[in-house]
């Protein structure tokens, strides 16, 4: 089970930290992503890290302002991120792979997700 938090309603240049708690899973051998989802857009990947939190991969246009990172004692993934703006409103989600080594964006490559925690950014 993952269950992400963290989301609300921020102004534009705002930060944000998401987390994602996990459980029912070995967390530590599990590469962790984040998606996120806007309204009457498809599902796309914001970032992974692996089981070991060694390699992290980003899409492109959200490297300078997002970064993910995990907490293998706590079994939580978080993605902090910095200068929000209104197109970064989204339902985020958290995902969990059981390829430990895997930074693929794939949403066929993850094995669970978590409800979602919006995030809506106001100019």
Not at 22 to 48: C, I
Request: with cysteine; glycine share 10%; net charge positive.
């Amino acid at each position: 089970q993952l269950q992400a938090f963290g989301g609300g309603l921020v102004q534009a240049g705002d930060s944000l930290r998401l987390s994602c708690a996990a459980s029912g899973l070995t967390f530590s051998r599990s590469s962790m992503g984040w998606f996120r989802q806007a309204p009457g857009k498809e599902r796309e990947f914001v970032a992974v890290i692996t089981a070991s939190g060694m390699s992290t991969n980003y899409e492109g246009s959200l490297k300078s302002r997002f970064t993910i990172s995990r907490d293998n004692a706590k079994n939580t993934v978080h993605l902090q991120m910095n200068s929000l703006r209104p197109e970064d409103t989204a339902v985020y989600y958290c995902a969990a792979k059981r390829d430990p080594y895997g930074v693929g964006p794939e949403l066929f490559l993850y094995d669970y997700w978590g409800q979602g925690t919006q995030v809506t950014v106001s100019s």
